[in-house]
């Protein structure tokens, strides 16, 4: 056995006192870097929990953005993007998507007209195995510039206290912008008019190396026809799905993917900020959507939009909500995945029209 | 036939090492990546998926190295249970340092993402399957929490070896090269065998 003559064996109270100061240092700095000691520390648990309705989360469902519609298609790249990214996406060409058209409400069974931000989803895979997610709004900038200050706008908008969405506005001077946008901004009657904003910045890096910092925008080919609020509340709870199903049965329809390039000292990390309209944009390519599927069977359905997964050639950049949407939207994606068989599925009863 | 060694192989000790300290990070990693909202996520991440395959792929060598050397004996006058609880704790110790990562890898395609590590586009090892993803993700996490629970244990253990029972069993798994006393021929015969 071991010789070495250091002092003898035996338990003293020192010995054991340090074998549990250490195993309990070690044990509490791990409970730090968990949070347990820091309540207030922004989670994305947290923040998921907020964006429930007041009657709960719906089982099964995305915990926001819970209303959608399945679709499948092709990104047609003209090629120009190859000037910003060496992703192979752009490269000329045509390129599968899967993707989902949904409304920015927390109940798969709210009303259409109700809705003030509609969202689009894509996925677009290409064939050297690389996927680009992305999941945009229509509205033209976001209304919070932090991640905390999104999570204090939930807080506040699901307060009973009718002073609490004030004080948010007041500490909030970027909210201002979107309020008016929300209150002004012509409704449209369909999804297929409808322009989509990435609003957060990405890097893209072509194949010289060389980075520019983007947002991108599908702006639809269809021409936008405008509605009055009272006449989408009478079209009934789902006629976007039904108008987008009936359009895209009828011919694919499309939308142009713009690239805008920042200017020197535009905001990246602020997605409340929209960039001035003359910075240089380029048409990439189209989106062309061809079959629309309901969700409960649709393609989209377990797909989890997170915009962080993004091929070689695109990155993500100093703007905090890339990450913060990957976080919260994983730990969505997670609850509805353990919920699954609270959303069935249709096919298996052969219910599917 | 040699007499029997006292000490693990000198690559067997920098594996475990180097693993105890990947290991580590791996779980103070993991528990603070699912509680950020912050930037910090995606660079968690992005370390925490590498670090993952890089410990599976060290715990297989680590596997055959161990097969292949073998472990010093447990001091004779150790209590039978004592023992018992050591092998034990080495058996769940390489399962879950080679389950956790293929968890997290499932967990990944079962929920359809695509896994890249480090640049690395890694084939999925499972169908998407909701439910599939829901279940390896709460193993992972639940794995996770009794992974850090036997590191406490181990570490206990090792300081109690090394401090109160003086027995060897802490040495023979030591970071340093050589037993500083080292008088015994048996220990200079293994070193020159190794």
């Not at chain 2, 070896?161 to 040495?171: N, P, Q, S, T, W």
Request: hydrophobic share 50%; net charge positive; aromatic share 10%.
């Amino acid at each position: 056995m071991n010789e070495r003559k250091t002092p003898p064996a035996g338990a003293s109270p020192g010995r054991l006192l340090l074998i549990a100061a250490v195993v309990a240092g070690v044990a509490g700095a791990f409970a730090y870097a968990a949070g347990w000691f820091s309540p207030q520390r922004l989670t994305p648990a947290k923040v998921v929990d907020i964006l429930a309705p007041p009657g709960g989360p719906v089982a099964g469902h995305r915990r926001n953005h819970a209303k959608g519609i399945c679709f499948t298609g092709t990104f047609e790249a003209n090629g120009a993007g190859a000037a910003l990214s060496k992703a192979a996406l752009f490269a000329t060409g045509g390129h599968p998507v899967t993707g989902r058209f949904n409304l920015a409400v927390p109940t798969p069974t709210a009303d259409d007209g109700t809705a003030r931000v509609r969202g689009l989803s894509l996925r677009v895979r290409t064939a050297d195995g690389q996927e680009w997610r992305t999941a945009m709004i229509s509205a033209p900038f976001f209304p919070v510039a932090t991640t905390q200050a999104f999570y204090d706008l939930q807080t506040a908008s699901h307060a009973a206290d009718p002073g609490a969405m004030k004080a948010f506005a007041a500490a909030h001077p970027e909210f201002r912008a979107f309020g008016a946008w929300a209150g002004s901004a012509p409704y449209t009657a369909s999804y297929a008019d409808t322009a989509f904003q990435s609003l957060n910045a990405f890097v893209f890096t072509n194949a010289q190396g060389q980075d520019a910092v983007v947002r991108w925008s599908f702006v639809p080919v269809a021409t936008p026809v405008t509605v009055t609020a009272a006449e989408l509340k009478a079209r009934g709870a789902d006629f976007l799905d039904k108008d987008i199903a009936e359009r895209v049965a009828a011919a694919p329809q499309r939308w142009t993917l713009s690239v805008m390039v920042a200017g020197p000292g535009d905001p990246s990390a602020d997605p409340s900020q929209a960039w001035p309209e003359d910075r240089r944009k380029l048409d990439v390519g189209t989106l062309v959507v061809e079959r629309v599927e309901p969700e409960a069977d649709g393609p989209c359905r377990d797909l989890n939009f997170d915009p962080t997964v993004l091929p070689t050639g695109m990155r993500t950049s100093d703007d905090p909500f890339p990450a913060a949407r990957s976080a919260a939207y994983s730990v969505s994606f997670h609850r509805r995945a353990a919920e699954e068989q609270s959303y069935p599925r249709t096919a298996a009863s052969g219910a599917k029209p | 036939m040699n007499a029997p060694r006292h000490r693990f192989t000198a690559l067997q000790r920098t594996l475990h090492w180097a693993m105890a300290l990947g290991i580590l990070a791996m779980l103070f990693i993991g528990v603070g990546m699912v509680s950020t909202f912050g930037p910090r996520y995606l660079t968690l991440v992005s370390i925490h998926k590498p670090l993952g395959l890089a410990i599976l792929l060290l715990a297989l060598v680590r596997l055959g190295v161990r097969l292949r050397d073998g472990a010093p004996p447990l001091p004779r006058a150790m209590p039978g249970p004592m023992k018992l609880a050591a092998r034990l704790s080495h058996v769940a110790f390489y399962v879950l340092m080679i389950a956790m990562p293929l968890i997290g890898w499932a967990m990944l395609s079962a929920a359809d993402y695509p896994v890249v590590v480090a640049g690395w586009h890694l084939p999925a090892i499972v169908a998407p399957d909701p439910t599939l993803h829901s279940r390896l993700w709460d193993a992972h996490r639940f794995l996770a929490f009794a992974f850090f629970a036997l590191i406490l244990l181990h570490l206990a253990a090792a300081l109690f070896h090394a401090l109160v029972r003086r027995d060897g069993v802490y040495e023979a798994m030591a970071p340093y090269p050589a037993e500083a006393p080292a008088s015994s021929a048996a220990l200079a015969n293994q070193r020159a065998r190794s």
